[in-house]
């Protein structure tokens, strides 16, 4: 949000401390307290393990979506990413790889009008 009180000639932020994110989807880790992964839009995947936006960290930029963390085997977790790009943590979150990159197919879908 922005604000001018001078008709546009000097515009000012009033975004200073707004902590707002819009989230596609959350999984919730079936054991740890305060644990939990997130898709924003716009804002990339982020980790939390305590509450509030100012404690998580963003694993993976761009355009947040879907997450997932295996309920029976919570070391597996998952985030997503436009055009079925996936990245995938095998050991709890600590570190993220993409084994799945399905961008090159984007042509495809796109003819598809997918």
């Known amino acids: 949000m922005h604000y001018s009180a001078d008709g546009g ?3 000012r932020d009033r975004n ?3 902590r ?3 989230f596609y989807s959350c999984a919730i880790h079936p054991v740890t307290t305060d644990y939990f992964i997130g898709g924003a839009q716009d804002n990339g995947m982020h980790q939390f393990s305590n509450p509030g936006l100012s404690t998580s960290v963003e694993f ?3 355009d947040g979506c879907y997450s997932a963390i295996d ?3 919570p070391q597996y977790q998952f985030g997503s990413y436009v055009y079925n790009v996936y990245r995938r943590s095998t050991n709890g979150g600590s570190t993220w790889s993409t084994p799945v990159n399905n961008q ?3 042509p495809v879908c796109k003819s598809m009008g997918l």
Do not use: C, M, N, P
């Open 20 to 22: 707002i994110k819009q």
């Open 71 to 73: 309920q029976d085997e």
């Open 60 to 62: 993976a930029g761009g």
């Open 9 to 11: 000639t000097t515009i």
């Open 16 to 18: 200073v401390g707004l």
């Open 104 to 106: 090159k197919y984007r």
